[in-house]
């Protein structure tokens, strides 16, 4: 059994680690922390998991995490950071959701998240835990950088047709709808439901800090920058994220095929019937991303449609996903769920 | 004109009055108070307003509220009743959205809300402002205590039948079901849309504050306590209450010619045709109530629905209408809105 | 193995059916029936199911039913009698979804469901599969009648007063409500999105058809009638009933520990800490049925909270724990599922 | 007074036109048809007009529609070009809020709509309704073609950067979201609420009717063909069209004031400020068109965000802006309405 610790199991990205781990046939889960909430027993802030979860949430301090085989870092970014060396250095594993492992320039990484790094060093270690790129990688990885949600949905959607060379890598664009749990379990008015509610709107037009992560991911299939326009909205919905994303052609391709057989092999991306609107709904509560590819009035644009539920394959179900690679599991230990329809 | 302030503009009850008012071509509104949002446009905050609204929202201390004719409270529960007195000398009068001046009896109050009340004596000379029940002393009133959301639902559904004396009064049951703009517009996690959207539950039941206040209410009309079981629940919608009510028949009546004999007069109350089911939608936005009253069965419990607008009836669109009572203007001046459906 | 068919599986009980029975070792679907989508994928008109289901819908006529070990009937009212009587006499036993075999008084029955019954003898032989009132009947049933989704929330809330005799039972209130997919996969305006959405009222007042199964329920519960009034309600969510029941206690009793003890063995029915508000996402997805019970202000009015899936505990995952329970398995196979929260 | 007849006045821009002239100070209302519910008041179809209006709906062939001054068609497309020729020679003026004379190609026309046209000679003296394009032909129109809803959104957004000729019209995308209230008040599995709620997808990405009469639009203005990607998605929200587009600038230019000074002279078109993201609520149920425009990162992308209310100024409101033209009243009259938010 993997000894699995989680610091910081208040949030969404937390209950939802919880949801999964919860029924993994190797996993004994030791403790989960949290600093505001220590003593408050897991089941009596999240109700679902009564009869399923009988820990009480615990102090860092108390939390003897170096006891794990593996912990995840369900936190806000910049706390990971903090934490990661003393773990691995007792030999536990590390899996961060956050974002302080995800970008290789460091400098990007200050600039955009507004803060000093405190460990560029593991920053360089770290493997970027895109099964679908890095699974080699990630199966000998002491420290993973989990994929942010919106950075997921593009990659898996443009990363074929950059890895196939078909399209004009200078001006992709990335529209892109998120559900409002990818906010997070934070108590902002924003975020309400008589805000968000009955409403939609696209925020962070100016720049977002999935931006960097995605170029970053892109350029390294590429092997060469790529130039994206990416544009975040709110959706009205709870768990969900839609990316229509659209690219120029640069020699005539069968698409379906391409894509079909970039991720044959994959059990996590499902390549849709050419003509097919995946919905957010058919994912939901799973770890699938569904991908279609069309070709409007056969014009030399091309518009990728790709969904996934950002707090499975978007956070949490990555996440156990890389676990499972990296304990030598199969993959789809623990995931393989049957998305909630309707 | 009437010269018009409002105190505690950046809330939900705050922007409906001001949908409200800019269209009312009796009010010049003057002034709009917040503490935290000083030296904001007030259509920057909303921007659904952008054109119709050019004011800044100005530091309470920086308002000469006492230049107004009249000022709204708008503001969480506690402050009027530190202001009114200076305003009320000053010749202003006064509608309270809160809560401050509804209770006559203070030691109710003061338990249910937890401060001690500032001006008791006050309290004794305010006028509750349900038009249905008060309309001859609002109309002379110098200080309003705008009655709560549920407190309007359920009291304009039980009056009918407490006026004619055929329930038994002491074991009445309202089951009520409120939007989450109920909540206001205060960073909280149980109201966000991730937690609050796909989701319903019960609130309260041990106690809820609106439950003294409906009490008096209706202990007012049948000059006797009445006992009263009050269940609210959130509802994954914005705007709306749905009150269902229930009481056991005393003796034999015409139920749909007592509602709409009772109402008969009443510009904002609708007694629907027998059989129907007032949906919440059918009042969306406006100042409307709309009743059904129905008797399953044949049996000796009368079933009560009743619907309104919780921003609208029941908080600032009542307080217009009052407004308009109070300065001898038809009831319905810039109240004449045809709900939003769908 | 058991091998399964699925009368009418393009409906929500349809679906729900299938994402229980992809993951339970011990079934083997064998068929799906449906005469206007014969030929179509499964998992064309459901993408959730894209690699768990490979079945094309079957034509009722080439179904071959009758080899399998059981066939559940997932289809409208009226279907299940036409059919049952050919697979019981084959040795297949049979869950109907539908409430064809709920009601034992066929006049009732006649009345309430507008058509003449097609087999009375074997409503007599129906077993109504309630597990938590009839498991040892269920064990040896041929026949189930699978509870409808109000009166499993209904019925779980008010047995334990009942079964006590601690309340008046002649004066019962229920006041449910639901989410939309209760009206199930049908084309109608009433629930379109721009209809149901942002809305809520009550329906069917004057007499709903899950009134007398209720009514039944409770009274085999008591071994006397009830008086009952049920009014439902319809929610602007997918998935969730929750009843909020009212009734007179007529003895004092510690309401907490008699909740707890009559449910002390009950795997899917949770009774939640005292002062509890169950959610109806806390059950989302998943077969729990969660109740807490109040007594406001220390009155002699109990209220009780019961929420469930009404497409698991309500239809499809009650009739697996059926099909578990017929088939000597463990009770809670296939159906240990967290539910989805957020 | 404007005597003013609607043709299938069951829809939500039936209802919506009501809504809008019930309160139009020059409109007198003389008749809505419907076929299929002839006799039945409006009122009890729509209970938010009770009160309001006090017609029937009348059957089609007793309307007496040549008596009006002008006719609103709020009917399936196909319907208006049966009917117009009459009521035009009766000189009765026409606002088709469908697309029968949208499209001045009529073998475009046919191919998208998938019917025979019966009076092209009437789309070519039809004027295309979009005041800010049209307005001095819309004051001498008999006929007007109402514009469809995503193309107001999109073409509102593009004109400024097309009329300035700084970007490359060879590429445009947009990338469009529209609520379900879009989909019309028909019974339709897929605008379901448990089927559209909680959900989010594309639609139609091979080819949408919409986009022929985007470019024609498009066109006009540019004085030659663009070329336009247009990927139109279902919102799970009632109410508004967000319309993300995005074109290569081929020269360097000041956006917002390009924006600003194009729209200056326009009540219905609301460029606000630079840095903004406008939300769908902040038009809800009002007549406004509200853009922002970005240039990410500085780049050679431009971004405009562009939002309406799809059934005000994307259908009814415009249809009512026209007639206050066509007719010589203030252009906003009975559109003087402060969007309901939240």
Known sequence: MIKVGIVGGTGYTGVELLRLLVLHPEVSLQVITSRADAGTPVNQMFPSLRGLVDLLFVH????????????????????AMQQARALLDAGVRVIDLAADFRIQDISVWEKWYGMVHACPDLVAKAVYGLPEINREKIKTARLIANPGCYPTAVQLGFIPLLAAGVIDAGSLIADAKSGASGAGRKAEIATLFAEAGDNFKAYGVAGHRHLPEIKQGLAGVLRADVGLTFVPHLLPLIRGIHATLYARLTRDVDLQSLFEQHYSGEAFVDVMPAGSHPETRSVRGSNQCRIAVHRPQGGDTV????????????????????????????????????????
């Open 303 to 342: 518009v990728v449609l790709s969904v996934i539920d950002n707090l499975v394959k978007g956070a949490a179900g990555q996440a156990v996903q890389n676990m499972n690679i990296m304990f030598g599991l199969a993959e789809n230990t623990a995931l393989n769920i049957v998305p909630l329809l309707p």
């Open 60 to 79: 860092p301090d108390e939390a003897h995490l170096e006891r794990c085989d593996l912990v995840f870092f369900a936190t806000p970014n910049g706390i």
